[in-house]
């Protein structure tokens, strides 16, 4: 899970203060999510997936498949 977070950063040429900004949180507690030190809080998770619109699934490593699942009506 905390490599694919960091890959999916990387992936948008961001910074991790771009992501600690978002998730309003310093930009060491964000390195500590990327490095496992820390682990990721559910509100925290569920916000990454929905900035990049992937499912929490794929972040946690259950799925390989990035699309996120159809949301419900």
Do not use: W
Request: aromatic share 12%; hydrophobic share 30%; glycine share 2%.
């Amino acid at each position: 899970m905390y490599r694919r977070i960091r890959d999916l950063r990387e992936d948008h040429d961001l910074f991790q203060k771009d992501l600690a900004n978002y998730l309003q949180c310093s930009q060491v507690s964000y390195s500590h999510y990327e490095l496992g030190k820390r682990d990721i809080p559910t509100d925290v998770l569920i916000k990454l997936a929905a900035f990049y619109h992937t499912s929490t699934d794929y972040l946690l490593g259950l799925t390989n498949e990035r699309k996120p699942y159809p949301k419900l009506k």
